[in-house]
């Protein structure tokens, strides 16, 4: 019982920050900054959350050879700026990791 | 920009289907990370249907591990709420980056889709808005498709628990964060959002690995949106 207590405040605590601003900002008007700043939202938590997962290995940033996420990234980048498709891009990474580890890498 | 939206969503085919298939690549991450937190919630000593539950319930991955790490060592539910609060509080920004494109929709309906609002399907949904909104079906579609791969992967980790297979074997370890690229790269229309996307990242990393593993994204995301307010005030119109 204990734990399930512990899952229902962990779902509320969780649902809070997803759903509030979604009710209380929608039909508001914003002033014309606020706007601006949340049109850069989300290049800028994407960036955020993606590039720990580049260039860091086990809490310190790793930009050596043997940080395969990291140099693999970069054909997948190539591939997404010239092709704009996203089942092409992650079919790319996939296959170069599954390739690499293969090889040995 | 017809092109764009013609490769991240499906090109023909009903709504709903055209949201399960945009939702291909988050699936194949879902299914094997939410395998890897079935298989450490059975070790932590929560049951099959509690494992399952916090994937119904609470539905976050990161947290959701961190959290089976701090059940296997006991500590009291409180700090356990709190960590949670702290690691999930980033989705104010992507709440609130959504919110202008729910102005229409009912409440119970934005509710239904905050619900479902992760790191994961808030990359999804803001390469798609920005090219124009589609309809409820697909973006419902999309949610759904998500969690019910999460919680099929919980499920299938914590039955298969102990009887270990190596997910890294087929390459989707990467799934996720080469989807990632492909919708950061999409979402790139001048060099301004290069500049924002550049400082966020590079200011994620610098925080991340001085301990700030928590807030980082919040904080770095949210600094570097404000530098692009300060530098280009007006982004169009």
Known sequence: MKIVLTLVGMALVTIAPRVLPLLLLSTRKLPGWLRTWLEYIPVAVLAAMLLPALMTMDGSINLASD??????????????????????????????????????? | MPEIHRNIEAKHGHPVLKGMEMALPVVLGYLTVGFAYGMLARNAGLSLLQSGLMSLIVYAGSAQLISV??????????????????????????????????????????????????DETFALHSSSFSMGM??????????????????????????????????????????????FIALLVVQIKDYRHIVVAVTAGLLAVLLYVNGIDQWHVLMAASLAAGLGVLLWQPVQE
């Open chain 1, 67 to 105: 940080n395969m996420f990291l140099w693999i990234s970069i054909p997948c980048f190539v591939v997404a700026w010239r092709t704009r498709s996203l089942l092409g891009t992650v079919g790319t990474g996939l296959l170069l990791v599954m390739a690499a580890r293969w090889l040995g890498w």
């Open chain 2, 69 to 118: 790490g701090l059940f296997a060592a006991g500590v009291p539910p409180l700090s356990i709420i709190l960590t949670t609060f702290i690691v999930n509080i980033r989705h104010l920004l992507m709440s609130a980056a959504l919110a202008p494109y729910f102005e229409q929709w009912r409440t119970m309906e934005k509710v239904a889709f905050g619900l479902e609002l992760t």
């Open chain 2, 134 to 179: 589609p309809a409820k079906a697909t973006v419902f579609a999309v949610n759904i498709t998500s969690q019910a791969a999460w919680i099929a992967g919980s499920l299938l980790g914590a039955v298969l628990s102990g009887q270990v297979a190596d997910i890294s074997t087929f390459g989707l370890d990467f799934a996720l964060p080469a989807m």
